[in-house]
């Protein structure tokens, strides 16, 4: 558990804010996303920050990616419409209401118990959620590479079997045709991507807007 696995260059995995981590992706959920790009070659990435979450030092161990990624999940690719990709997104959009004029976490996800694994964020698209609009219609700008994701586009998304299964009221997903199944714990698949880096770098974008 405390062999080292190799070591972070270029950003700070330290999650010092989880609510900001949240509200701004913070450059561990890109590294996430870029692990499962990587074993997946999906379109798009989709992952939470889980609720103990507290990132990764410069020296990477595997208790650590223990630590962080508590769970046994395995890697799903599902086939998605563009109108799919946006009610998965307007459910992520859930997590996020507005109170006393500022963006706050939805109750819902604090009580009776932190369900702050239930909110995604997505790489490999750019996406904008504005909080004080209705829920379902949250969703005010979606694109991928750039371009208007219409409702017949057709994507491969990358996740986690909870959330491939409906985890988390997302069920619009389980319909979704499945492509592929990595049945590997996402740790031994981190634990291998950074040992085989040695050096991990992330390619970190500010792709999720999230507006009042």
Do not use: W
Not at 82 to 94: F, P, S, V, W
Not at 136 to 149: A, M
Not at 194 to 202: G, L, P, S, Y
Request: charged share 25%; net charge negative; proline share 4%.
């Amino acid at each position: 558990l405390d062999q080292e696995r190799g070591r972070i260059q270029g950003h700070d995995f330290k999650i010092n804010d989880a609510f900001q981590a949240r509200l701004h992706k913070h450059p561990y959920v890109s590294f996430i996303n870029q692990v499962q790009k990587e074993a997946t070659n999906a379109d798009i990435c989709g992952t939470a920050l889980f609720n103990v979450a507290i990132g990764l030092d410069e020296v990477i161990h595997y208790r650590d990616l223990v630590l962080n990624y508590a769970y046994p999940n395995s890697l799903i690719v599902k086939e998605m419409t563009g109108k799919i990709l946006r009610e998965y997104l307007e459910q992520c959009a859930d997590y996020f209401i507005v109170k006393e004029g500022k963006i706050a976490v939805n109750p819902l996800f604090d009580q009776p118990k932190p369900q702050h694994f239930n909110y995604d964020m997505l790489d490999g698209i750019e996406y904008t959620l504005k909080i004080s609009n209705p829920v379902g219609q949250r969703v005010v700008e979606l694109k991928f590479e750039g371009k208007n994701v219409q409702d017949n586009d057709v994507f491969t998304v990358a996740m986690n079997n909870y959330r491939a299964s409906g985890g988390g009221n997302f069920h619009m997903i389980p319909e979704c045709p499945t492509v592929m199944e990595i049945q590997r714990d996402m740790t031994e698949i981190m634990a291998e991507y950074i040992q085989d880096k040695k050096i991990v770098t992330v390619d970190h974008h500010d792709n999720i807007h999230i507006i009042l």
